[in-house]
């Protein structure tokens, strides 16, 4: 035993504050009863070992993604960014076999319809319901955007077993 806790017993013992006998047994039973985060606990375990088994058959998860039928066109995405005179910035988002709408609805059908999210350098941005975004002003150094398309569930569009989206960079020079 350290000397730090030799210490703190025989203070704790001279000044009567240290628990014995029936006490003991009292607070040892109340330490070894489940308290409120034992089933968070055990929960959160049964979940990590119950997880890999649900995506054991190497597909993305229904829940995020959103696979179109394979009878459908895969949609195209184009994304152009010009500057505006004002100094700002916008992207056109040119879309074949996708048709934007504002529409957002639970349980999407698994149709080409639906935004985009705008990403700009690993952040999102903007919710794209129309093919014009304003990105705002953008300080001077290189921007990595992707833009993916949505459903109306707001899951990610896959076609053809990979996500429907396009990634540009725009470089802005110092003024």
């Known amino acids: 035993m350290n000397r730090g806790l030799s210490f703190l017993f025989f203070r704790r013992f ?14 040892r039973a109340r330490r070894h ?4 985060g034992a089933l968070l606990v055990a929960v959160l375990v049964a979940l990590v070992a119950f997880v890999p088994l649900v995506n054991s058959a190497g597909v ?24 505006l005179p004002s100094g700002e910035w916008q992207l056109k988002i040119r ?4 048709q934007f709408t504002t529409v957002c609805v639970a349980g999407a059908p698994a149709a080409a319809i639906g935004h985009a999210h705008v ?4 952040v999102k941005v903007a919710s794209a319901f129309h093919p014009i975004v304003d990105l705002g002003p953008l300080p001077a150094g290189r921007h990595r955007i992707t833009v993916v398309l949505r459903a109306q569930d707001h899951r990610a ?13 725009i470089t802005v020079p110092l003024t």
């Not at 009863?33 to 409120?36: F, I, K, Y």
């Not at 569009?157 to 960079?169: C, D, R, S, Y």
């Open 14 to 27: 001279a000044a009567g504050l240290w628990p014995t006998g029936a006490t003991v047994l009292a607070s």
């Open 33 to 36: 009863r489940p308290g409120p």
């Open 60 to 83: 993305p998860p229904r829940s995020v993604f959103l696979n179109l039928p394979e009878d459908q066109p895969a949609p195209e995405i184009e994304v152009i960014p010009y500057r």
């Open 95 to 98: 879309t074949e076999h996708f």
């Open 119 to 122: 990403i700009r350098n690993g």
């Open 157 to 169: 569009l896959m076609a053809n077993g990979a996500l429907v989206q396009q990634k540009i960079t």
